[in-house]
T-cell receptor, first 114, second 112 residues
Framework: GAGVSQSPSNKVTEKGKDVELRCDPISGHTALYWYRQSLGQGLEFLIY????????KSGLPSDRFSAERTGGSVSTLTIQRTQQEDSAVYLCASSLKALSEKLFFGSGTQLSVL | QKEVEQNSGPLSVPEGAIASLNCTYS??????FFWYRQYSGKSPELIMS????GDKEDGRFTAQLNKASQYVSLLIRDSQPSDSATYLC????????????FGKGTRLHILP
């Protein structure tokens, strides 16, 4: 596709349920980031994938959060046993290579935990 | 100390004036610096990148970098109502691993 695609665009779930958020980066982009943005706040770093290297998971807020990237392309962010404080917009971004390149953002997934 | 700090604003600037947005960062070895603009309900989009000390101009936008002071700024000349948005400063940080970290953003409001 032409841009970074995220699905679903909106997700409403009940507290305690598991959710999976998907990100399809731009073809050929080796770097992929997940960020979280709460209402009126900045982007909170969650996890970073670069090529075949081990991901940088230092931003994941708890062990309920995990992410994987299959075949260096599609990434899935999983939140287990969701809590109300997990409600936020989850943004995925990709770039052609690390660091010095422009990040292209998807439209995000608005997660609401009731 | 937060890794990337910005004044959250809102910063109100009359139309046609210069808007000045500031950012400080904590990692002395950072090499890449970015300004992203985010309209309400939309995703961030890159407007400027800067890698060396000094000024970089692109149209009405000028990015300024001072690595000794660990300070990055964005100037918007001839501010327009369409410039009203949140401006996010982003920096690569070598803390643990090399990655892009964002500040909380400054809300800019251009007064018509």
């Amino acid at each position: 596709g032409a841009g970074v695609s995220q699905s679903p665009s909106n997700k409403v779930t009940e507290k305690g349920k598991d959710v999976e958020l998907r990100c399809d980066p731009i073809s050929g982009h080796t770097a992929l980031y997940w960020y979280r943005q709460s209402l009126g706040q900045g982007l909170e770093f969650l996890i970073y994938f670069q090529g075949n290297s081990a991901p940088d998971k230092s931003g994941l807020p708890s062990d309920r959060f995990s992410a994987e990237r299959t075949g260096g392309s599609v990434s899935t962010l999983t939140i287990q046993r969701t809590q109300q404080e997990d409600s936020a917009v989850y943004l995925c971004a990709s770039s052609l290579k690390a660091l010095s390149e422009k990040l292209f953002f998807g439209s995000g997934t608005q997660l609401s935990v009731l | 100390q937060k890794e990337v700090e910005q004044n959250s604003g809102p910063l109100s600037v009359p139309e046609g004036a210069i808007a000045s947005l500031n950012c400080t960062y904590s990692d002395r070895v950072s090499q890449s610096f970015f300004w992203y603009r985010q309209y309400s309900g939309k995703s961030p989009e890159l407007i400027m990148s800067i890698y060396s000390n000094g000024d970089k101009e692109d149209g009405r936008f000028t990015a300024q970098l001072n690595k000794a002071s660990q300070y990055v700024s964005l100037l918007i000349r001839d501010s327009q109502p369409s410039d009203s948005a949140t401006y996010l400063c982003a920096v690569n940080t070598m803390n643990r691993d090399d990655k892009i970290i964002f500040g909380k953003g400054t809300r800019l409001h251009i007064l018509p």
